[in-house]
């Protein structure tokens, strides 16, 4: 094990983060406000290309529960959540006293069901129990099938809160992922396509709720001299260091997901030689992946019988870290309670499917070892 760890995401500065951060102490501008946070989200509203207002925060989970309250989610509401998933997507349903409504995922995006979600939909409405919201999302950067769930939340008037955690640099016949919800959010913690250190943003169709956002998100307070309270905020704003570090990270974007959408054709090259290993790509044009983590699902009847856990631990061997896919929410302990729709898709992704290096700054010489360690598991 003496050598160097490849990891499965790390992150990978531009160059300019470092100049915006000592522009931050030079000016004294060390607080959760400063012109790196507002520069930082004009930076991404002129990205993401639509006409969008985006409040930058302290995490990805603190956007979606502020999204949630948006939404109008007290205690005891119902809220629907792609079963496949990280937990900082449905935990904020929790924070709030609601009840999570699980639903499995499609083949095709491994992203929510549509049919499963017009099931639940139903059900829980035949209940007398009509979902406040649903959250939909983008798993590994993949874009879900858009198109088909946000016809049935329309059809159903359920907003959408589109997780774009992972996908953002994504796009879904052409518009970038993060829009097409009626609240998009995106993440930058230290494993993430771009990173702050740590830290999320919501994105807004409206002044409105951008203005909302920043209030809830410091501490709700009233327009008064002194500190007054009307209704319960949080401490959620992104701080000016943060955001220096994102403004830098802006700048590579395009080129990290270039950079990831080469790690994921490197993985379809290997596989291509290989039984019974299927990579996850875009099943149609309609869809464009940051390829944020290459996924693969590997069937032991046509490897030989050599499986996911097989290959994990031959890459473990070789100081190379893998993971297996997200264990579904409604097969955690914690979530075993709550409603599930759906059939065994998602569960059958979790036992067969690993999560390989992808990060956009793997040398030719990581990859050699990648592939020598692949290879000799797989080809005798
Ligand atoms: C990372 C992530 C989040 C949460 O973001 P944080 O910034 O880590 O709080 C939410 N959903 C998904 C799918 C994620 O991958």
Same mark, same amino acid.
Request: glycine content about 10%; aromatic content about 14%; some cysteine.
């Given at each position: 094990m003496s050598q160097e760890k490849i990891w499965l995401s790390s992150p990978h500065m531009g160059g300019a983060e470092r100049d915006f951060v000592t522009e931050a102490f030079d000016t004294n501008w060390v607080a959760p406000l400063g012109p790196n946070v507002n520069g930082f989200e004009k930076d991404i509203e002129k990205y993401l290309d639509q006409e969008v207002h985006v409040a930058a925060l302290s995490s990805g989970t603190a956007a979606i529960h502020l999204a949630l309250i948006q939404a109008g989610v007290t205690a005891g509401d119902e809220v629907i959540c792609q079963s496949f998933t990280f937990c900082g997507s449905s935990n904020p349903i929790l924070y709030l006293g609601a009840t999570p409504v699980l639903v499995d995922s499609e083949r095709d995006t491994w992203n929510m069901c549509p049919q499963?979600?017009?099931?639940?939909?139903k059900d829980r409405m035949e209940k007398g129990n009509k979902p406040k919201a649903i959250i939909a999302v983008h798993l590994y950067g993949m874009p879900y099938k858009?198109?088909?769930?946000?016809?049935?939340?329309k059809a159903y008037s359920i907003p959408v809160i589109e997780?774009?955690?992972?996908?953002?640099?994504?796009?879904?016949?052409?518009?970038?992922?993060?829009?097409?919800?009626n609240y998009g959010i995106l993440s930058f913690n230290g494993n993430k396509i771009i990173t702050t250190s740590g830290g999320g943003a919501m994105v807004c169709h409206t002044m409105e709720d951008k203005q909302k956002t920043v209030y809830l998100a410091t501490q709700a307070r009233d327009d008064a001299?002194?500190?007054?309270?009307?209704?319960?905020?949080?401490? =959620?704003?992104?701080?000016?260091?943060?955001? +220096?570090?994102?403004?830098?990270?802006?700048q590579v974007l395009d080129a990290h997901v270039q950079l990831r959408r080469e790690m994921n054709a490197f993985y379809r090259e290997i596989f291509s030689d290989i039984n019974g290993v299927e990579v996850l790509i875009e099943k149609t044009d309609d869809y464009f992946s940051n390829h944020w983590l290459s996924a693969i699902l590997v069937n032991p009847s046509k490897t030989g019988g050599i499986t996911r856990e097989d290959l994990r631990l031959a890459l473990e061997a070789q100081n190379i870290e893998s993971r297996p896919?997200?264990?579904?929410?409604?097969?955690?302990?914690? =979530?075993?309670?709550?409603?599930?729709?759906? +059939?065994?898709v998602c569960e059958e992704l979790f036992n067969n499917g690993l999560c390989l290096p992808s990060g956009s700054n793997l040398t030719n010489?990581?990859?050699?070892?990648?592939?020598?360690?692949?290879?000799?598991?797989?080809?005798?």
């Open positions: 499963s979600l017009k099931m639940a939909i858009v198109d088909e769930i946000h016809a049935f939340a997780d774009s955690a992972e996908a953002f640099g994504s796009t879904y016949k052409g518009q970038k992922c993060g829009t097409f919800g001299p002194h500190y007054q309270h009307s209704e319960v905020g949080y401490n =959620y704003r992104m701080s000016n260091i943060s955001a +220096g570090i994102g403004r830098g990270q802006m896919l997200w264990k579904p929410m409604h097969l955690q302990p914690l =979530y075993s309670n709550y409603p599930y729709y759906g +059939g065994k010489d990581n990859r050699e070892r990648i592939s020598n360690a692949i290879k000799a598991l797989f080809v005798k």
